[in-house]
């Protein structure tokens, strides 16, 4: 008889134990703010357009990273040749300082957060949990591959498995490490900003870490413009065909 | 109505000697010109608009070829197709 009551606290105290698990788990998941919505670059007051993109002290490059640096640059300098001219994305950390002005538009679900920046329709996923991806599976690029997580209303974002990039501000190599921390305040007129902080480590282009602060605005009920990039070639290759199959045209005259 | 149209265009348009694929270090944004001319193509595309004009002045007839932000920049700064 005294076993029932002592077996029926048991199952009570599970009950509760599951239940403040419950509790707990949607406690921490209400905690983390939903970043999901347009962005574009907040501008401090007094602060000129652009965020304070650019400028900055000088980066602790190593000997190798300013040889690379350097050959690149008197490459392009003569005619000013970007990426970005040839519809090619900025890359990390590039396109998370700020893309080139542009704005960028975030869709945050538990497991997988999207960031969609408008130039060059550059995308980025960072994977939550059980989606993130084992190093295995993960192909290199431009934006590498990113896996995030919440510590309390942070979201902490790892980025590796980056191809080496010399043709950004942020030069890196294929080793470089970077950490994003976002998190919300709120700017002077009220308005929910979103403070990204960068910090990239790379032994093979960096003698120390190297850090960056961008802000970001929301744009309530914003939406991003479509970019299309790649017309300009396709418009060349059509008048290339038209001019191909005029000349090859047979000829009209007597 | 041309002139008028392009006077405002030009504003936001550099002149480009070369291909469109360069960087905005070339271009001097605080210095405006106007120039007068008829409209030969003008394409609104990423990531530059492109206008050709076709110009007869005290320096001969040609064709002059300018460059100007992103479709995405002149449509957030007001430009609309019509």
């Known amino acids: ?254 | 109505m041309k002139t008028i149209v392009l006077a405002s265009v030009l504003a936001l348009f550099g002149c480009a000697t070369l291909a469109a694929h360069h960087s905005a270090v070339q271009f001097d944004f605080g210095k405006s010109a106007a120039i007068t001319g008829v409209v030969k193509k003008f394409i609104a595309i990423n990531p530059h608009m492109q206008l050709v004009l076709h110009v007869k002045d005290a320096k001969g007839e040609r064709d002059i070829a300018f460059e100007g932000h992103s479709t995405n920049n002149m449509y957030r700064a007001g430009y609309r197709t019509t």
């Open chain 1, 1 to 254: 008889m005294q076993l029932r009551p002592r077996a029926a606290s048991c199952s009570q105290v599970a009950t509760s134990l599951l239940a403040c698990l419950l509790l707990t788990a949607t406690e921490a998941a209400a905690q983390q703010p939903d970043l999901t919505g347009v962005w574009t670059t907040y501008n401090e007051p007094g602060q000129a357009p652009g965020g304070g993109r650019g400028g900055g002290p000088p980066l602790p490059l190593t000997d190798v990273a300013k040889r690379k640096i350097a050959t690149y640059r008197a490459l392009v300098e003569p005619t000013g040749d970007t990426p970005g001219g040839f519809c090619l994305g900025t890359g990390m950390p590039g396109s998370m300082l700020g893309s080139g002005g542009y704005p960028m538009e975030i869709h945050q679900r538990p497991e997988q957060i999207m960031i969609v920046y408008e130039a060059h329709n550059e995308v980025r996923r960072v994977y939550l949990g059980n989606r993130i991806v084992p190093d295995a599976d993960r192909l290199p690029g431009r934006n590498g591959h990113s896996s995030g997580r919440w510590e309390g209303n942070t979201l902490v974002v790892e980025t590796t498995h980056l191809v080496e990039q010399v043709d950004q501000r942020y030069a890196h190599s294929d080793k470089a490490r970077i950490v994003e921390r976002y998190h919300l305040e709120k700017g002077l007129k009220g308005e929910s900003v979103l403070v990204a902080e960068m910090t990239m480590t790379d032994p093979v282009f960096y003698t120390a870490p190297v850090t960056a602060v961008k802000k970001w605005a929301q744009v309530p009920n914003g939406h991003l413009l479509p970019y299309e990039c790649a017309e300009e070639g396709w418009i060349k290759r059509l008048e290339e065909l038209e001019k191909k199959a005029a000349g090859a045209a047979p000829s009209t005259r007597p």
